[in-house]
T-cell receptor
Framework: EADIYQTPRYLVIGTGKKITLECSQT?????MYWYQQDPGMELHLIHY???????EKGDLSSESTVSRIRTEHFPLTLESARPSHTSQYLC??????????FGSGTRLTVV | AQTVTQSQPEMSVQEAETVTLSCTYD???????LFWYKQPPSRQMILVIR??????QNATENRFSVNFQKAAKSFSLKISDSQLGDAAMYFC???????FGAGTRLTVKP
């Protein structure tokens, strides 16, 4: 049973809309991550955080932004969605030990 | 920078047979972790097995085992007695700040 939750599970939205993808974990993990993944393809790190008020950009350039005001919460925001943002977004967390716990993902479609 | 390479985009195995998925990586570090993750279609990514680089013994989890060759920087996953539920994308990953390979799609034929 996963202790990391992503909402919504699926989202279809029009171009130009602002959206926020939610990610919460109940494990008290310090480190949290956002990955972008096209279906059946590799994962690309877009953002990560090592703790409250700490956020960094990942390897893949992204127009999204993140915030980390509380340990358990790491939302991702797109100010103006475009069709090129259509993808799956995976959130993950870990504590000091190795290995991630992944959320179920949000599958975003921008029309 | 560390890189992870999975050279097999797709693999297929007959039910009850054994299959090996390949992974190589590049690093200058001596102590690290390696992982295999499984992502079933439209389902959550889950950890299959992990290996600590300083341990010479290959990790095993039930039907899943690894062949870790540190000098060759190779980390293959062997699935024995394959089951239909093993069908998924498999990702090899390096260390704590994960670098993932491109994935191998495993099909299991009944």
């Amino acid at each position: 049973e996963a202790d990391i939750y992503q909402t919504p599970r699926y989202l279809v939205i029009g171009t130009g809309k602002k959206i926020t993808l939610e990610c919460s974990q109940t494990m008290g993990h310090d480190k949290m991550y956002w990955y972008q993944q096209d279906p059946g393809m590799e994962l690309h790190l877009i953002h990560y955080s090592y703790g409250v008020n700490s956020t960094e950009k990942g390897d893949l350039s992204s127009e999204s932004t993140v915030s980390r005001i509380r340990t358990e919460h790491f939302p991702l925001t797109l100010e103006s969605a475009r069709p090129s943002h259509t993808s799956q977004y995976l959130c993950a967390s870990r504590n000091r030990g190795p290995g991630y716990t992944f959320g179920s993902g949000t599958r975003l479609t921008v029309v | 920078a560390q890189t992870v390479t999975q050279s097999q985009p797709e693999m297929s195995v007959q039910e009850a047979e054994t299959v090996t998925l390949s992974c190589t990586y590049d690093t200058s570090e001596s102590d690290y972790y390696l992982f295999w993750y499984k992502q079933p279609p439209s389902r959550q990514m889950i950890l299959v097995i992990r290996q600590e680089a300083y341990k010479q013994q290959n990790a095993t989890e039930n039907r899943f085992s690894v062949n870790f060759q540190k000098a060759a920087k190779s980390f293959s996953l062997k699935i024995s007695d394959s089951q239909l539920g093993d069908a998924a994308m498999y990702f090899c990953a390096y260390n704590n700040d994960m670098r993932f390979g491109a994935g191998t799609r495993l099909t299991v034929k009944p």
